[in-house]
């Protein structure tokens, strides 16, 4: 097909806004499947997204048009993860695109997510189309949602389009309006193979996918290539698009999408952002610079019976192989005995990791306090990087510490100000800047919007942040954060013990002045969840040698022993069973039995 | 040579359900009782001929529904497929209400020469709160019926660890139950199984949560004061005059075989744990479809699991495992087998290691689950 018939386009929007809803309506409306074809949303395909409602990984689709004008254009939709955990990957999504159409909800207006996704669309010259999503809900407000893309994102109303992905409506004026502002994509087809890969992952039986943008020459079937980032040589076993299932095909031209088979055995090997280009004569300069996702929160996880640790290497490796994001390496704690230390592009990325784990693998997993990467200079002027709090070192050994800080967006109704400084003030939160955005209908009043910005540590962030945040807002705030870099901080690490013995897992970094609270928090959420012992249980929390908080569990006196009626003794054993069975499902720190639920609870507090 | 055995008989059928009960019994069925005790005769008669009996059970339910005829053509049933020992220790159980001495001297010329009451509680608001059907005056009544009756032999179950339940009343109750002089007292502590209404209360925040810690001080509390009565605290749950512990049950600690009839019974003979089923219908209907099995669960214990259950059963009784006892019939020395449970019992203070024997601790009977399920043999995975 002739290139100057192809248009590459994504959809961006805040979580939640309809980015899956219409890419449905698109597919549906091209006919490239009909309706009763779509089982749902066929955009997210794994069953945990489903879940979840959150695209983790994009996937290209084919669409076939006839326009207005009676032209054919082949249209490649590629889907990008709406979470910003995982923003190196939009990123390099969006250089595969030549436009993109940002989803707004019309009872929401812009989010914080609309923002930042927006910012990197025009960083990388894309062609943007506003469409305000969900006119058919009984309150949305298209007339205030559309001021306010004029006067926050600049649009004039005559470029932003109105429609209902759920319905229908407005949506062929949109596939018009792709075909004639998006530019077709540049390249050329007679220069050396060129193209980007935008994502990948692992197939059993086919190696490695990667889904490529051809951007110069042509990609063949058979051809020998070259990854120009790592190095790797590769060749393509197969090729094709998805239309929406795999479509093989003997070549992919310049400005088309679709994907290669590689037999490579982990996208370790197939990055992300990488050029491809042919392993004999190929091109000179690589499409983007290419870099490597950074783990920024890191946490320890362990089998629950020690005797799964072997299941759990296994099983870490293999989900490796899918993701070349997670980073993991052997660590070995006196209670918990042998597991990972394992980094993570964000917690949301955290929670999908150890879910896999758990339910793909049929693991049981104790997952320790999430932290992020402190860089310490010691007084002897060594520098560590510091990923687990085991390896803190004590306070007469540091010079100095430094932890990670982001920039963090927060758009808000105006009346929930005062609350959310309250909140940011609770996390160490330094203020910035307040931007004016519209009005919006909050609860049945007309209210003012409002982006607050701010930097906080990361470390902060990762605690009961989002939770706290969301909760003082009535969920009406929406968040976003990028990270700035490393600063200067003041901080101690805070010891749990649980009957005299320090329990590496419950440690966590923290200033100071938070020592106290911090403390008493953890020990009292401990005596909640940890079951009385036969022995009196001591829990404290400390900072050194100082004790900053302390809560004992006393021994349980009496268990509750059943009427031994009728002589049923093996109703009664079977009872005792069940409760020897249930003992193997704590986790002993010295002589107490503790349920696993003990970590996530204390997880959770972070 | 015919076996010695003890015979239970279970009757499942009460006037209307206390509000803690998870036992297997029915109300609003009375009318079915007829039927019932000719599904039971049918199934004594099946074990015809084999049986010598040392000891005889009727648990329920209430027991005390059968008339004093109904007794007394059970009892010739009884007799025709079995023979009994002269010696034999015959227990009833009732439920206070309505009993007459006439009805009570009847059961004695049946034969009974033992009866537990259902007293529970001698306070009428715990009686009203439990669900029970009579009152405190009326429990009285009938355990003095009894005695003027001729019954030397009386049982009195209490229950404590009653939601709210302090520790003064329970005093008063166990204070005013002793000094009547029953020559058996079976104390338990309330449990309670979800489907219980008392269970659905407490979790509708209607009753106050069960607080083991306050049960724990109502047992110790009983301890002394049985102590101080002439009371031997012979097993975890029961207390006795010297020389009135219950047989029947004594047997069944002891892993001596018994045989249960009736819905849910059990029977514990060849080594073999068997129970009938649990449904009132289903019995009654497999009864008279002339089904040979009434029987829900049958297990061939192993050796494993024989000598579990009864190190587990001794361990219950004030004089627990008799490790000469073990030697004897089991071939093995305890306090090697289980040499790495004891040390970490008697560690924890549950478990204490005499010359001959091995026994709870006070703190042991308390928490004694924590104990037994130690000794339960590594399930086969
Ligand atoms: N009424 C109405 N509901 C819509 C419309 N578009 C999407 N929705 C609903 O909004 C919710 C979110 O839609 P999705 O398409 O899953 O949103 P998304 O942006 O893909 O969400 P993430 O994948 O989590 O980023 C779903 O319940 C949709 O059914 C619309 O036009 N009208
Ligand atoms: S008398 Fe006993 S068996 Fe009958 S309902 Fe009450 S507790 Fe249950």
């Known amino acids: 097909m002739d290139q100057k018939s192809i248009r590459n386009f994504c959809i961006i929007a805040h979580i939640d806004h309809g980015k899956s809803t219409l890419a449905d309506r698109l597919i549906e409306l091209t006919g490239t499947l009909r309706k009763d074809k779509i089982i749902q ?6 069953d945990l997204e489903r879940e979840r409602g959150i695209t983790i990984k994009a996937k290209a689709v084919r669409l076939g048009y006839h326009s207005g004008a009676g032209e054919l254009f082949r249209l490649n939709l590629i889907d990008t993860p709406g979470h910003v955990d995982f923003s190196y990957e939009v990123s390099r999504t969006l250089v595969a695109c030549e436009g993109a159409v940002l989803v707004i909800d019309a009872t929401q207006g812009i989010q914080a997510q609309t923002l930042a996704n927006i910012y990197i669309a025009m960083e990388h010259n894309l062609e943007v189309i506003p469409v305000i999503n969900k006119i058919d809900l009984p309150g949305s407000e298209p007339e205030h949602v559309m001021k306010e893309i004029e006067t926050v994102l600049g649009y004039k109303s005559s470029e932003v389009l109105l429609i209902s992905a759920k319905t229908g409506q407005g949506v062929s004026e949109l596939i018009e309006a792709i075909v004639n502002r998006v530019p077709p994509p540049a390249g050329r087809s007679d220069l050396p193979l060129r193209a980007l890969i935008f994502d990948s992952h692992y197939d059993d039986y086919k190696g490695v996918i990667a889904y490529i943008r051809v951007v ?3 990609m063949e079937t058979g051809a020998k290539l070259r990854l120009m980032g790592q190095g790797t040589h590769l060749e393509v076993l197969e090729l094709g698009y998805f239309a929406p299932g795999p479509t093989p095909e003997d070549r992919l031209e310049a400005g088309e999408v679709g994907y290669i088979a590689t037999g490579l055995k982990s996208v370790k090997e197939c990055r992300v952002g990488d050029t491809i280009t042919l392993a004999s004569g190929g091109a000179r300069q690589p499409l983007i610079g290419y870099e490597l996702p950074k783990p920024m929160v890191f946490a320890g996880i362990y089998p629950t019976q020690a005797d799964e640790y072997a299941d759990l290497r296994e099983a870490i490796e293999k989900l490796n192989l899918n993701d070349a994001s997670l980073t993991f390496e052997p660590e070995s704690s006196p209670i918990l ?18 879910e896999r784990l758990e339910r793909e693998f049929g693991l049981s997993l104790v997952v320790t306090v999430p932290g992020v990467k402190f860089m310490v200079t010691k007084t002897n002027g060594e520098r560590l990087a510091v990923t687990s709090p085991v390896d803190f070192p004590e306070p007469t050994e540091i010079q100095k510490t430094e932890e990670p800080w982001v920039g963090i967006s927060i758009i808000t109704p105006s009346g929930f100000i005062g609350a959310l400084m309250d909140v940011m003030q609770e996390y160490e939160g330094a203020y910035k800047h307040t931007e004016y955005l519209g009005q919006i209908t909050v609860m049945g009043e007309e209210s003012q919007r409002v982006r607050l910005e701010y930097e906080m540590p990361l470390r902060s962030m990762l605690t009961t942040f989002y939770d706290s945040l969301k909760s003082r807002s009535r969920g009406y705030a929406s968040l976003d954060h990028e990270f700035l870099g490393y600063r200067e901080a003041r901080l101690v690490k805070l010891d749990v013990m649980v009957n005299e013995l320090k329990v590496d897992a ?58 031994c009626y009728g002589g049923d003794i093996t109703r009664k054993r079977k009872l005792l069973e069940k409760q020897k069975e249930g003992k193997k499902k704590m986790k002993m720190i010295g002589r107490v039995e503790v349920p696993k639920e ?7 507090l972070g | 040579m015919r076996e010695s055995i003890g015979l239970y008989l279970h009757f499942p059928f009460c006037r209307r359900r206390c509000y803690y009960c998870s036992f297997v019994s029915t109300e609003n069925r009375e009318q079915d009782i007829p039927v019932y005790l000719e599904c039971l005769k049918r199934e004594i008669s099946n074990h015809s001929g084999r ?24 009892f010739d049933c009884i007799g025709q497929a079995f023979t009994i020992d002269k010696q034999a220790e015959i227990t009833v159980e009732m439920n206070p209400g309505m009993l007459t001495s006439g009805y009570m001297e009847d059961l004695r010329n049946c034969g009974v020469n033992r009866l537990s009451i259902g007293v529970q509680s001698l306070n009428d608001d715990e009686l009203g709160l439990l669900g029970r059907l009579h009152t405190a005056s009326e429990a009285l009544a009938a355990f003095r019926t009894a005695c003027r009756s001729g019954f030397d032999n009386i049982n009195m179950d209490l229950i404590y660890g009653l939601p709210g339940q302090g520790i003064e009343t329970w005093e008063k109750t166990l204070n005013l139950a002793a000094s009547l002089g029953p020559r058996h007292l079976s104390l338990y502590c309330l449990s309670l199984e979800a489907t219980a209404i008392l269970a659905g ?26 102590d101080g009565y002439g009371y031997r605290h012979y097993e975890i749950s029961n207390w006795a005059k010297p020389g009135y512990e219950c047989r029947h049950n004594l047997s069944c600690w002891l892993m001596e075989p018994y045989l249960g009839l009736g819905v849910a019974a059990s029977s514990y003979l060849e080594k073999h744990r068997r129970t009938n089923v649990a449904c009132l219908d289903e019995y009654i209907y497999l009864v008279c479809s002339g089904a040979a099995m009434l029987i829900e669960t049958d297990e061939e214990t192993g050796c494993d699991l024989q000598l579990a259950e009864a190190v587990i059963l001794a361990l219950r009784l004030e004089n627990g495992a008799d490790i000469a006892r073990f030697n004897r019939e089991y071939g093995i020395d305890l306090l090697k087998h289980y040499s790495c449970q004891i040390s970490e019992l008697v560690d924890l203070g549950l478990l204490s290691r005499k010359e001959n024997s091995l026994s709870l601790t006070p703190k042991g009977r308390l928490l004694g689950n924590e104990v037994f399920w130690r000794f339960l043999p590594e399930q086969p995975s």
């Open chain 1, 41 to 46: 949303q066929v955009m997210d395909s794994m």
């Open chain 1, 216 to 218: 110069d020459g042509v």
């Open chain 1, 337 to 354: 005995g042998q597991g990972f230390r394992c980094g993570f592009l964000g917690l949301l990325h955290l929670d999908i990791v150890v």
């Open chain 1, 506 to 563: 419950f440690s966590r970094i923290i200033p100071p002045e938070k020592a106290h609270d911090t403390g008493k928090s953890v020990v009292s959420k401990l005596k909640e969840v940890i079951p009385r012992q036969l022995f009196k249980v001591p829990i404290q929390a400390a900072v050194g040698s100082r004790i900053v908080a302390r809560e004992d569990i006393s021994a349980r006196r009496k268990d509750v022993l059943a009427k």
């Open chain 1, 598 to 604: 003990a970590f996530l609870e204390i997880m959770k």
């Open chain 2, 51 to 74: 049986f010598h009996l040392k000891s005889i059970y009727f648990g329920g339910g209430t027991p005390s529904l059968m008339t004093a005829g109904q007794f007394a053509e059970l």
């Open chain 2, 201 to 226: 209360q407490i979790e509708a925040g209607i009753l106050p949560p069960l607080d083991p810690d306050m049960a724990a001080g109502q047992y110790e509390l009983a301890e002394a004061m049985l």
